[in-house]
């Protein structure tokens, strides 16, 4: 079946460093990935949506220069979070479409617990 | 603004029980509705997916049900089992909202032996 793994599963950093969380699609080319945020007890949330080669699409609300997104192949896209804060502290989750599957295909990673002290 | 509400929040049962868990959205004009489950520490599984233009999906002892005039869903787990413990989320794909589907903050089950 469809993977996609995320790395690290838990990252734990000082408020203002960066943080880089993988999204890896381990066997099929991925055309769309997407970037999810799930605070505790709440909703997943979509943050952005990369297709491979070109810039995201960010959701109202989601700073772009602060969650920096890249898409640089077929099998991996990348955030940034960018001088993290506290508030940043959440799941993030990413999810990837197949290039051969139809629109409403989406396999999820594992998840990345992010916390910032 | 378009929204997705799952009810309950938490539900415990005995093995065995049957159960429904409910997914109420805003709005009509859906492209589809898809039921997921989340383990800890893993990603989300697709269960069934519901295109709008269908009224019920099935597999095993999973069905889900949709009904857009009302704007609900349910997902029926038939002979549950310790194996079905997991939080399942509902989500929706709104014509208005794109590509995004629209999460509900999902019911955790718990099943026990």
């Known amino acids: 079946g469809a993977v996609v793994s995320q790395h690290p599963s838990r990252v734990i950093c000082k408020s203002g460093t960066s943080v880089k969380i993988e999204c890896r699609s381990l066997?099929?080319?991925?055309?769309?990935m997407f970037w999810y945020r799930q605070f505790p007890k709440q909703s997943l949330m979509l943050m952005a949506t990369?297709?491979?080669?070109?810039?995201?699409?960010?959701e109202q609300g989601v700073e772009k220069d602060k969650f920096l997104i890249n898409h640089a192949s077929l099998t991996l896209s990348t955030l940034t979070v960018t001088s993290a804060h506290p508030e940043d502290s959440s799941f993030y989750i990413c999810?990837?479409?197949?290039?051969?599957?139809?629109?409403?295909?989406?396999?999820f990673g594992p998840g990345t617990r992010l916390t910032v002290l | 603004k378009q929204e997705v509400t799952q009810i309950p929040a938490a539900l415990s049962v005995p093995e065995g029980e049957n159960l429904v868990l409910n997914c109420s959205f805003t709005?009509?004009?859906?492209?589809?509705l898809q039921w997921f489950r989340q383990d800890p520490g893993k990603g989300l599984t697709s269960l069934l997916l519901?295109?709008?233009?269908?009224r019920e999906q099935t597999s095993g002892r999973l069905n889900a049900s949709l009904d857009k005039s009302s704007g609900r869903s349910t997902l029926y787990i038939a002979a549950s089992q310790p194996g079905d413990s997991a939080t399942y989320l509902c989500?929706?794909?709104?014509?208005?909202?794109?590509?995004?589907?629209?999460f509900g903050k999902g019911t955790t089950l718990s099943v026990s032996s």
């Open positions: 990369s297709n491979e080669g070109s810039k995201a699409t960010y």
């Open positions: 519901i295109q709008s233009s269908q």
């Open positions: 709005d009509s004009a859906i492209y589809n």
């Open positions: 066997d099929f080319q991925a055309t769309t």
């Open positions: 989500a929706v794909k709104y014509i208005q909202a794109g590509t995004a589907l629209i």
């Open positions: 999810s990837a479409r197949p290039r051969d599957r139809g629109i409403d295909t989406q396999y």
